[in-house]
């Protein structure tokens, strides 16, 4: 992969997060979570997607599609991990 579809992958992980907090409207704290579960979700849906040999969404080299896929995924796993509150006695 070249260092322009590395940052083009960044970017658009970038945006999948950014655009999932404004969804949502909640603390700037999540705004970190939800960037980095985007870029976790993106990669990996790259990674897999390349290793099985589905190309939905190629730009270039960078499964796009799968990666968006994978940060969805991962957004939303997240975002519904993040809303159990742990009782204390």
């Known amino acids: 992969m070249t260092f322009p579809a590395f940052i083009f992958g960044f970017l658009i992980a970038a945006l999948c ?3 999932f907090h404004f969804w949502r409207a909640e603390a ?4 970190i979570l939800y960037l980095i579960l985007a870029e976790l979700g993106f990669w990996t849906g790259h990674i897999a997607g390349t290793a ?6 190629m730009i270039g080299l960078l499964n796009a599609g799968m990666g968006v896929l994978g940060a969805a995924l991962f957004l939303f796993v997240g975002n519904w991990l993040s809303q159990v509150e742990i009782s204390q006695k």
């Open 28 to 31: 700037v704290k999540k705004l």
């Open 52 to 57: 099985l040999g589905w190309s939905f969404g």
């Open 17 to 19: 997060g950014a655009a």
